[in-house]
């Protein structure tokens, strides 16, 4: 286990295109799992923020990336902490069904990458991560599970390049 | 400490069954309770836990077992659990793990995950042979302990009854390739136990993933009269 790194959380981005409509009634289990699996977020532990509409309890209402793409965008203490929840909470379920609702993506569909302590990752800033992912691999910037960089590494190996504060 | 060393630690049985016992427990476990199960003097458990942290095998750490803290609290305690690394000894040497991690690798960028389920529920069945579907909870802690799972009963709510009661496990014996590729071997191993304790018999395997653990569990089937 790594301890939190002072003054750094991790931001993780991913896009789902889905295979029907949101409507459809074959993606209803998907949305029945939502709200269980969101109140699981948010009292896991490490969790720190994620994103969601206003007025709405998650992000699904929000296509920035597509008609048809959905995005889930949220920051948390620890890898550890995201990787738990992700993969050993009732998340993992909706993980495993995840061909029954989502296209298959060819490039990368999740992005990780160190935010400052506080600050909170706008749509834009994390499209940008997952545009750099999958234009240049994983590196510091923007990186996966498979290939994990710490905060340290990242502070050293992009001095400029560390977001600016909250909008 | 190569691992084939780190396993003829366990040659010893007295050593052996110490490691047996604090792995089996899932929690940090004290000198006194290690050598009161395994039935030694607390001195030889305590010369046997240290050679067993040692070698690897178990991890160790001091906790005031009292739970008390501050001044007059007393010394804390040396407690012991299972190291998380894992030993594996192939003679002569084979490396199933790369070429696990390799098929799982391809699998998931080729979107397998249906194909893998479908193999993995007819390997299931296929080590159930012409028995029925696992009858019981106490049938599927021996069904999955034969298979390095680590089965444990826990109790549920209304325990007095054993309603709610469900099976969970320690280990998971995919560990390194879950961690890589989760959903697809995850899915790959609910499958695999669905086939082996049966999906329309009196119990039935259902994902609860945890930190730690396997990510099944084994309870009551639901709208089921058994």
Same mark, same amino acid.
């Given at each position: @286990?790594?301890?939190?790194?002072?003054?750094?959380?991790?931001?993780?981005?991913?896009?789902?295109?889905?295979?029907?409509?949101?409507?459809?009634?074959?993606?209803?289990?998907?949305?029945? @799992?939502?709200?269980?699996?969101?109140?699981?977020?948010?009292?896991?532990?490490?969790?720190?923020?994620?994103?969601?509409?206003?007025?709405?309890?998650?992000?699904?209402?929000?296509?920035?990336?597509?008609?048809?793409?959905?995005?889930?965008?949220?920051?948390?203490?620890?890898?550890?902490?995201?990787?738990?929840?992700?993969?050993?909470?009732?998340?993992?379920?909706?993980?495993? *069904? *995840?061909?029954?609702?989502?296209?298959?993506?060819?490039?990368?569909?999740?992005?990780?990458?160190?935010?400052?302590?506080?600050?909170?990752?706008?749509?834009?800033?994390?499209?940008?991560?997952?545009?750099?992912?999958?234009? /240049?691999?994983?590196?510091?910037?923007?990186?996966?599970?498979?290939?994990?960089?710490?905060?340290?590494?990242?502070?050293? /190996? %992009?001095?400029?390049?560390?977001?600016?504060?909250?909008? | 400490?190569?691992?084939?060393?780190?396993?003829?630690?366990?040659?010893?049985?007295?050593?052996?069954?110490?490691?047996?016992?604090?792995?089996?427990?899932?929690?940090?476990?004290?000198?006194?309770?290690?050598?009161?199960?395994?039935?030694? &003097?607390?001195?030889?458990?305590? /010369?046997?836990?240290?050679?067993?942290?040692?070698?690897?095998?178990?991890?160790?750490?001091?906790?005031?077992?009292?739970? *008390?803290?501050?001044?007059?609290?007393?010394?804390?305690?040396?407690?012991?659990?299972?190291?998380?690394?894992?030993?594996?000894?192939?003679?002569?040497?084979?490396?199933?793990?790369?070429?696990?991690?390799?098929?799982?690798?391809?699998?998931?960028?080729?979107? %397998?995950?249906?194909?893998?389920?479908?193999?993995?529920?007819?390997?299931?069945?296929?080590?159930?042979? &012409?028995?029925?579907?696992?009858?019981g909870l106490d049938?599927a802690?021996?069904? %999955?302990?034969?298979?390095?799972?680590?089965? /444990?009963l826990e109790q549920g709510e209304g325990s007095e009854t054993g309603q709610g009661a469900v099976v969970r @496990?320690?280990?998971?014996?995919?560990?390194?390739?879950?961690?890589?590729?989760?959903?697809?071997?995850?899915?790959?191993?609910?499958?695999?136990?669905?086939?082996?304790?049966?999906?329309?018999?009196p119990v039935r395997?259902r @994902?609860?993933?945890?930190?730690?653990?396997?990510?099944?569990v084994v309870e009551a089937s639901k709208n089921n009269e058994h």
């Amino acid at each position: @286990m790594t301890e939190p790194a002072p003054g750094a959380h991790l931001a993780q981005l991913n896009v789902a295109t889905l295979l029907h409509p949101f409507e459809d009634p074959r993606i209803a289990p998907f949305v029945e @799992m939502l709200d269980p699996v969101n109140s699981a977020a948010d009292g896991a532990p490490g969790f720190v923020w994620r994103l969601v509409e206003e007025g709405e309890g998650d992000a699904t209402g929000l296509r920035p990336a597509g008609e048809d793409v959905i995005v889930n965008l949220s920051v948390w203490e620890t890898r550890e902490a995201l990787w738990d929840f992700a993969y050993r909470s009732g998340h993992l379920e909706v993980m495993r *069904r *995840r061909r029954e609702w989502f296209r298959r993506h060819v490039e990368a569909h999740l992005v990780l990458w160190w935010v400052p302590a506080g600050h909170l990752p706008t749509v834009g800033e994390a499209l940008e991560r997952l545009s750099d992912l999958r234009a /240049h691999g994983p590196s510091p910037r923007a990186f996966t599970f498979a290939s994990t960089y710490t905060a340290a590494e990242a502070a050293r /190996h %992009l001095p400029a390049a560390v977001p600016s504060a909250c909008p | 400490m190569t691992d084939i060393d780190a396993i003829a630690v366990l040659q010893d049985p007295v050593r052996r069954r110490l490691y047996e016992y604090v792995a089996a427990q899932g929690r940090e476990v004290g000198r006194n309770e290690a050598a009161e199960a395994v039935g030694v &003097a607390r001195t030889l458990a305590a /010369h046997h836990l240290d050679r067993l942290t040692g070698a690897g095998l178990l991890e160790s750490g001091s906790r005031r077992l009292t739970g *008390r803290s501050g001044p007059g609290a007393g010394r804390p305690a040396k407690v012991y659990t299972r190291a998380r690394v894992e030993r594996s000894v192939s003679l002569p040497a084979r490396d199933y793990r790369t070429a696990a991690e390799l098929l799982a690798e391809a699998a998931e960028q080729a979107g %397998l995950d249906a194909g893998l389920c479908v193999a993995a529920r007819r390997r299931g069945e296929s080590l159930r042979g &012409a028995a029925a579907p696992c009858g019981g909870l106490d049938e599927a802690v021996e069904l %999955l302990a034969a298979r390095g799972y680590e089965p /444990h009963l826990e109790q549920g709510e209304g325990s007095e009854t054993g309603q709610g009661a469900v099976v969970r @496990m320690r280990n998971c014996p995919f560990h390194a390739v879950a961690e890589r590729f989760p959903p697809l071997v995850c899915g790959m191993n609910l499958a695999l136990l669905e086939g082996l304790i049966g999906t329309d018999g009196p119990v039935r395997a259902r @994902m609860d993933a945890r930190p730690g653990e396997c990510c099944v569990v084994v309870e009551a089937s639901k709208n089921n009269e058994h």
